[in-house]
């Protein structure tokens, strides 16, 4: 870790476990985005309270919980992959054609998944491709992933079917209806391949109404008139539609961009960006003008897009590096681009609100550092809870050498071997 900073928690702190502590969690010593150092006591999947440090000690009702040391940590609200291909991941040094085979797909699925939850991510939104050669193949074996994961890290599916119109179309559509049958949750698409655009957004509507699900589409975002039709249509649908990753509103005239993002505000479209890079599900790449976005009123959330696939080979899917990109070049407050991956993300899935306070769920992060800034910048250690429990750790430790610099600053040595 960064000088100046203290060692990770001690090895007496819990470990990640598979199932709740009955008498709860107490996380101690923790610093909020605020300032405040506080305790935090987690009970099943909530937060029961919230108290300075050294207040919610032995002497009250959960006196017997175990506890993890969050001194020199910062502690938010756990982000969230709103747009992940699962499918796809960790395909790009495959070193020839990408295999399908239910087995490897979920492999890699649970892989990505869990590299993901490393991160931080305690949901995960996964794009999955159904109908042409795979079929239903892969959306079988996401789903099997999905069951696997649970209690570790939540993975919801969208399916996404190439085309819906025409002769070829009706096959599209027949294996949209069966993926929703079988457990996927969210309509998804990528109208810009299809040979009719509007139809394919009427088509994808129209189930997701049939279903009660919400819808998730690629676009680039770079036909205005296109933009329109679609929040056009989506007005009237809940519970509610998204669009990613509108790289090509970022080359719009600025007049035409400002009209576009008051026809996604009012329609209450959401638009999920990829600041990290593309995705194989869109034709563009790039980031929209996220402050013109938001300025409209549009709920703006960050997603990683590729991980490790051919369309971004060196994908993190990292939010927090997500977030990173938004303030350093886009302009956002640290504030601003942390809510992009941790509130307005869980808003568009659907999830609900994450605060660090009594009574809300216990979907947290600490993060190595005591600033906001700081963690964006050098997010190095991390402990990850879901559902009132401890599911990932990363601990990085920096070490010099000794030299007459390190001597004269004061430098910390954290780690226990000696270096040559």
Known sequence: MPPGQPPPPSSS?????GRTDPDGLLLCGARLTDGRTVDVRLAGERIEAVGTAGSLGADGPRGGAPR??????L??????????????????????????????????????????LGHGATTVRAHVRVGDVQGLGVLTAVLRA??????????????????????????GLAMLRDSLKMGACVVGGCPDVDPDPTGYVEAVLEVASEHGCPVDLHTDGADPARLARIAAMAGGLRPGVTLGPCGGLSRLPAGAAERAADQLAAAGVRVVCLPQGGCGGAEGHGTPPVRLLRAA???????????????NPV?????????????SRHGLRP???????????????????????????????????DRLAGALSLAYSRIVVHRGRVVARTSAVREFCDSAATVELGLPRQGRGELS
Request: proline content about 8%; aromatic content about 4%.
């Open 13 to 17: 702190s819990p470990a990640p476990s």
């Open 68 to 73: 993890v040391d969050l001194s020199g940590y």
């Open 75 to 116: 502690l938010l609200p756990a982000p969230t992959e709103p747009h992940a291909h699962a499918d796809t991941a960790l395909t790009a040094d495959s070193g020839g054609p990408v295999s399908y085979e239910p087995e490897d797909v979920q492999r890699r699925t649970t892989e990505a998944a869990l590299l993901q």
């Open 146 to 171: 999905r069951r696997s994961l649970r209690g570790l890290t939540e993975l919801t599916t969208v399916a996404v079917p190439r085309v819906l119109t025409g002769a070829a179309g009706a096959d």
């Open 297 to 311: 009123g549009v709920r703006v959330a960050a997603g990683s897009g590729a991980l490790r696939d051919v369309s």
């Open 315 to 327: 994908g993190r899917g990292d939010p927090l590096e997500a977030a990173y990109l938004l303030a």
């Open 335 to 369: 504030e601003e681009a942390y809510d992009a991956v941790s509130a307005s993300a869980r808003a568009v899935l659907g999830l609900p609100e994450v605060r660090v306070e009594a009574g809300f769920p216990a979907e947290l992060l600490a993060v190595r550092g």
